[in-house]
């Protein structure tokens, strides 16, 4: 695949150069600007539907608190369990619709790590909840 590629990419090129390039267009109408990004939109609400809550860890430092210091979850996915809001089981948590499954946290003052590895070591019982 990678030499089909170079190949293709080499040929687009040598004729990219020979025919130019194509004129830039201006872009029409107003600009749109996105609104600065503030610590408190990425705190998690764990009554949220799962997709919001993905959105939110999309974007990039999404925080919630446990036991009272902030956490961030930096990785995660949809899970299929069927956990309350903030109810943690190992790396499964619950929002208000749906579930999601850690890949990568950050507890406060330490620095990032796999979500299996945080749970092997958190000592959690079944009253942790995030958010709390």
């Given at each position: 695949l990678r030499v089909r590629m170079a190949a293709g990419g080499a040929d687009l090129m040598v004729r990219t150069i020979r025919e130019g390039f194509p004129a830039s267009v201006p872009q029409q109408g107003e600009p749109v600007y996105a609104a600065k990004i503030h610590p408190s939109d990425l705190e998690i609400d764990w009554s949220a539907e799962v997709e919001e809550v993905l959105r939110q860890v999309r974007v990039g430092g999404a925080w919630t608190t446990l036991r009272g210091e902030r956490f961030k979850i930096w990785e995660a996915l949809p899970a299929d369990d069927q956990l309350g809001p903030g109810e943690i089981d190992a790396t499964t948590v619950g929002?208000?619709?749906g579930a999601l499954s850690l890949g990568v946290v950050?507890?406060?003052g330490k620095p990032r790590l796999a979500a299996a590895d945080w749970a092997n070591g958190?000592?959690?019982d079944g009253s942790d909840r995030f958010g709390e």
């Open positions: 929002t208000g619709a950050q507890p406060a958190a000592q959690l």
